[in-house]
């Protein structure tokens, strides 16, 4: 059965700190890796990843592919308080247009 | 600004009660989605569809049924409305293309059975 993990489920940090988010995956043909922020409402896209070990920048955030190693991790550094969010992981599998989604972490940053 | 567009933030119902979620978007997307959303389960895919008048069961479809009379529009609907079908509801959709461009997501549908 084709299933997406993401640890830690939940984690707290204070502002400044760098934190790195996990995300294993096991999916029958592969095409794409998904990271989502979600807050208060509908999750917003962050970084698509398709190709192993180009990293993917945005600001403080970045993101990284491993096929071989079959995860992915969510880097961000110098974190703020507008930062707490879930962070969604979700993977494609070939030709379906479907995503399957972890359960996601909970990211809280204390100021 | 493309949008997908959910009828209710907040929705609350009785069991029993024949309920109708819907989502609209308006940028011209092949697929849409429905999915349930529940702390400790992630998001599950409930049905979607890649046409007009075209619906497939997701992984847990059993309760609900769909509807897609235009592109635009993907009708949710719970039949007879029970407490486990408390949750957050999403609507996404997405191009069909060679490379899978990702979902957009609507706000999102909380809905309360009581």
């Known amino acids: 059965e084709d299933k997406v993990v993401q640890s830690p489920l939940s984690l707290v940090v204070h502002e400044g700190d760098t934190v790195t988010l996990n995300c294993s995956y096991e999916?029958?043909?592969?095409?794409?890796l998904l990271w989502y922020k979600q807050e208060k409402k509908a999750p917003t896209f962050l970084f698509m990843l398709?190709?192993?070990?180009i990293e993917k920048k945005s600001g403080r955030l970045s993101s990284i592919l491993d096929k071989k190693e079959l995860f992915s991790i969510l880097n961000i550094t110098a974190t703020q308080t507008g930062d707490s969010a879930v962070y969604l992981c979700?993977?494609?599998?070939?030709?379906?247009?479907?995503?399957?989604f972890g359960t996601g972490t909970r990211l809280k940053v204390l100021a | 600004d493309v949008k997908v567009t959910q009828s209710s933030r907040y929705l609350v119902k009785r069991t029993g009660e024949k309920v109708f979620l819907e989502c609209v978007q308006d940028?011209?997307?092949?697929?849409m989605f429905w999915y349930r959303q529940d702390p400790g389960l992630g998001l599950r895919l409930i049905y979607f569809?890649?046409?007009?008048?075209?619906?497939e069961k997701g992984d847990i479809p059993e309760g609900y049924s769909v509807s897609r009379e235009k592109k635009e529009r993907f009708s949710l609907i719970l039949e007879s409305a029970s407490t486990n079908q408390t949750s957050m509801y999403l609507c996404?959709?997405?191009?069909?293309?060679?490379?899978?461009?990702?979902?957009?997501f609507g706000s999102g549908t909380r809905l309360t059975v009581v």
């Open positions: 996404a959709s997405s191009l069909s293309d060679r490379l899978g461009w990702g979902y957009t």
């Open positions: 940028m011209d997307h092949e697929n």
């Open positions: 999916v029958t043909n592969f095409r794409s």
């Open positions: 398709t190709s192993s070990g």
């Open positions: 979700a993977v494609e599998e070939s030709g379906t247009y479907k995503y399957i």
């Open positions: 569809s890649y046409d007009v008048k075209m619906k």
